[in-house]
């Protein structure tokens, strides 16, 4: 293990939060309203529920292998070349992530704050941080996410200033949609969870592991607390036909309040949110370059670096059209999905394919 990327399984819990939450809860409230109204707070427990149970079977998969990352428990149960293939596609995915996360958020920056300015340009300037970063390590990219607090606390402490324009009679009837719709959305829900399957690239990193089961149940939890008052505080505030007409309806739910001195209170919390949002698309970036790097034994050179973020700038400029994004976004939706369920399959064998197990 490198020194750099060693992080503590509370640091590795921050990781994951900001990932998942970052970029996820900007789309989720006006989502889910098109799928099952005012209901979508029930598609977020449900869903909450699942990756919960998701984030500890991920977690004792991890630990029957004591200090092995998912590459080398690849190989153990299908096999080299198996598990080798298997690997591949597991970086395709954090690679076509980091590009869609990348793609989504200059379209948000340019959208909202900089309309005129070039793509190359903010993309360049998104990525400068993660270049820095991410030559540093696990380790450092894991503590700037403790600025990201600044962005959570400003936002709670927003929806409690404007509690007086929530109208919770918009919830109600509560089920109207429906079982079958509300068990359909979870698809839709998921997304804004993707991020809790990082940690099986990092395992070997975290230090203190008998804490990290956990720490990773506690990301989960939380990340589902903070997307249940975000999309309630959004269906309260719009309700249901509003809402599934807008497209950044968590944005929007920053407009409703003009603060006496500080006016533009929208342009504040949308500054300090771009953080998260970056430090989200980062988890993805970090976990695509570091699975590189293990894979392909590849040293950490100056060229590679430069190479990496190189093909990642270039790829994400492909298209910058938001519907084309969004459906991107809904493919990597759906493998992150498969990703998940993959890695529930892979504990199921582990009973049967015992080779590397760790035997108590």
Known sequence: MSGNNNVTSRQMALFTFVVQT???????????????GHDGWISVLITGGIAVLFSALIVILLKRYADKAIYDINKLIFGKAIGFVL???????????????????VIYLRVILMPKTPVGVLTTFLILPSVYLIWEGLKYVCRFKYFTMISYIGFLLYIAFIIKELRFSFLLP?????????????KTSFFSFLGLELIVFFFPEITDKHKVLKWHIAASGISMLFFLIVVLASTAVFGENFLKVQTLSTFNLTRIYNA??????????????????????RGYIFAAYYSLQKVFNLKKTKLFHVLFFGILVLASRV????????????????IGIGVSVFLVLCLLLSFIRKKGVRMR
Not at 22 to 36: D, H, Q, R, T
Not at 87 to 105: C, E, K, P, T
Not at 262 to 268: G, K, N
């Open 22 to 36: 970052g970029v996820g809860v900007i789309l989720l409230p006006s989502f889910l309203a098109k799928e099952v």
């Open 87 to 105: 690997n591949v596609l597991l970086i395709l995915y954090l690679l076509v992530a980091s590009i869609g996360g990348l793609r989504i958020f």
């Open 319 to 334: 298209s910058q059209d938001m519907n084309e994004t969004f459906k991107v976004l809904e493919i990597i939706n759906l």
């Open 260 to 281: 006496p001195v500080f006016e533009r209170v929208d342009l504040y919390l949308l500054g300090i949110w771009f953080v998260a949002m970056g430090c989200s698309v």
């Open 174 to 186: 509560i089920g109207e949609a429906g079982t079958i719709p509300i068990l359909s959305s979870i």
